[in-house]
């Protein structure tokens, strides 16, 4: 089993950056495929990014194509999520979570099987 601890978020202005990490821990994280989704006030959880064991594989929700960048770095057990451009909307918890499906970049939160504990982004207009 894999435990996911989410750093990095915080209250940023609008048009600014923002990096999370994810550093996993009680197992490689390279035995896993690695998501971030965020859930705001009163919507669902939303996917955002995911990437493969391996890095070479990589797949984005419209909304954060060309703004936000997700990489792994197996080494260091940490997955990274570097978001550019962030905008009001993108506020919300978001949540680091691990598959044991390793060359999938899954976009359903359900397909997932260990989740962090989350990280607020707060981004003001």
């Known amino acids: 089993q894999v435990q996911l601890v989410e750093s990095g978020g915080g209250l940023v202005q609008a048009g600014g950056s923002l990096r999370l990490s994810c550093a996993a821990s009680?197992?490689?994280?390279?035995?896993?495929?690695m998501g971030w989704f965020r859930q705001a006030p009163g919507k669902e959880r939303e996917f955002v990014a995911a990437?493969?064991?391996?890095?070479?594989?990589?797949r984005y929700a419209d909304s954060v194509k060309g703004r936000f960048t997700i990489s792994r770095d197996n080494g260091k057990n940490t997955v990274y999520l570097q978001m550019n451009s962030l905008k009001p909307e993108d506020t919300a918890v978001h949540y680091c979570?691990?598959?044991?499906?390793?060359?999938?970049?899954?976009?359903?939160?359900?397909?997932?099987?260990?989740w962090g504990q989350g990280t607020q982004v707060t981004v003001s207009s």
């Open positions: 979570a691990a598959n044991h499906r390793v060359g999938a970049v899954e976009i359903i939160a359900g397909r997932y099987d260990y």
């Open positions: 009680g197992r490689p994280s390279s035995n896993y495929a």
């Open positions: 990437i493969n064991w391996n890095g070479y594989t990589t």
